[in-house]
């Protein structure tokens, strides 16, 4: 079983990412066990150097830190914020990173992970702007983004009345995009193993 981080950018509790974060974990193929993080599970302070020590910041950390250890690989839907990541993503980053540096007994938990990106937006580009400044940022702490990605544009108007995604707005290239990446995280995984 490959085991797959899901994370949502957005705190929005009506978020279109996390509509989006659904459909992808719906379609995962057999094989793939999700893990929802989902941002009220992340009550982390803004990332301040000085906070780093503090225990009860690092009791909110470490669990959080091990979801992300123990995953395989991860998705990660994030709106853009004037064509970047969304200030919640960047900060959970810059803690979940941190930790190996504050304890050398913690590993890095993003270490050879695969990363699928993918966005949501009203707007015609799908949030595919924020992507490139997210994957140089997940390069950076050790990840292995995934070449493609999944932008979904119009995203407020991609719902049906029944609460699921219409295949218009979908794409079909998706669930290939979903399978490819389930089967190199899974390789990965292999290796690491």
């Known amino acids: 079983m490959t ?20 459909v992808l974990q719906a379609a995962l193929p057999p094989g793939a066990t999700p ?8 009550p982390l302070p803004l990332f301040n150097a000085e906070d780093e020590g503090d225990p009860a910041v690092q009791a909110i950390l470490r ?6 250890h123990a995953a395989d690989a991860l998705i990660v839907a994030s709106p853009e914020y004037n064509g970047m990541m969304t200030p919640f993503l960047k900060n959970l980053i810059d803690w979940v990173s941190r930790l190996p540096r504050l304890d050398p007994a913690a590993p890095n938990a993003f270490l050879d992970r695969p990363v699928l ?18 994957r140089a940022l997940l390069g950076h702490v050790g990840a292995l983004p995934f070449g493609e990605t999944i932008a979904l544009p119009y995203a407020d ?6 609460g699921s995604l219409n295949p218009d707005f979908a794409g079909h290239y998706w669930p290939d995009c979903l399978a490819r990446f389930c089967a190199l995280a899974a390789r990965v995984s292999g290796e690491r193993a």
């Open 63 to 68: 669990p959080i830190h091990a979801r992300f």
């Open 157 to 162: 108007q991609a719902w049906r009345a029944d």
């Open 117 to 134: 990106l993918a966005s949501a937006s009203p707007g015609w580009s799908g949030g595919a702007m924020g992507i490139p400044p997210l």
């Open 3 to 22: 085991r797959i981080l899901l994370l949502c950018g957005s705190q929005r509790r009506h978020s279109l990412n996390a509509r989006l974060l659904d």
């Open 35 to 42: 893990d929802r993080l989902r941002p009220e599970e992340v």
